[in-house]
């Protein structure tokens, strides 16, 4: 056994060691810290200010950049965007998709309503009011499918939406009352209100 109050032998082994160095090649010291400035500074006021406002200008430019996509994402100025950023786009995305499908609905509802009035001999309001549009499309050149279908439709269950030609002066009472005692307004050819 070995004696415990004798320090144990340690080998200096170096696996995968380099060539000694020369004693006159010795690697250089690493570099000291650099000497505290007077009054005990490591760097200078002028580098510090430097710092300082570099740092101001990144803070108000993020500011305005969170600003900025407040307003974008329709949150209130006093609100926090919050780590949420991608449910925020996510948020904005389908409320731009809604109101642009909104806004194709009312062109298209235009569309439709436009070809309806360029229809001859139909009642257009009547027409507008029952016309079964479920099965009318607008395709992306704009032109209105489905619609003559419809409007056979319509006409078969409204025969009303279909106008008929009816002469100005319906039987034969659209020229003068006949002149007569009983009849007060009744007036002669010329104009002038018949004699009692």
Do not use: C, W
């Not at 320090?7 to 570099?31: K, Y």
């Not at 642009?100 to 229809?119: S, T």
């Amino acid at each position: 056994m070995l004696n415990s109050k004798r320090p144990a032998l340690i080998p200096n082994i170096q696996l995968f060691a380099e060539d000694d160095p020369e004693p006159g090649n010795a690697p250089p010291a690493p570099a000291a810290d650099p000497a505290p400035a007077p009054g005990g500074k490591v760097f200078s006021e002028d580098y510090v200010r430097t710092l300082r406002n570099e740092s101001a200008g990144h803070r108000t430019a993020a500011k305005k950049y969170e600003a900025a996509l407040k307003t974008v994402f329709g949150l209130d100025a006093n609100a926090e965007l919050g780590d949420d950023l991608e449910g925020h786009i996510n948020a904005l995305n389908q409320k731009n998709e809604a109101a642009q499908q909104n806004a194709l609905k009312k062109a298209n509802d235009r569309l439709i309503a436009a070809e309806i009035r360029n229809l001859d001999g139909y009642d257009h309001k009547l027409l507008l009011k029952v016309i079964d549009l479920s099965k009318v499309t607008v395709d992306d050149n704009g032109e209105v499918k489905g619609l003559s279908e419809a409007i056979k439709a319509a006409e078969t269950e409204y025969p009303a939406v279909k106008k008929t030609e009816t002469p100005p002066y319906a039987g034969g009472t659209g020229s003068t009352p006949p002149a007569g005692d009983n009849n007060p307004f009744a007036f002669n050819f010329t104009g002038v209100r018949a004699k009692k």
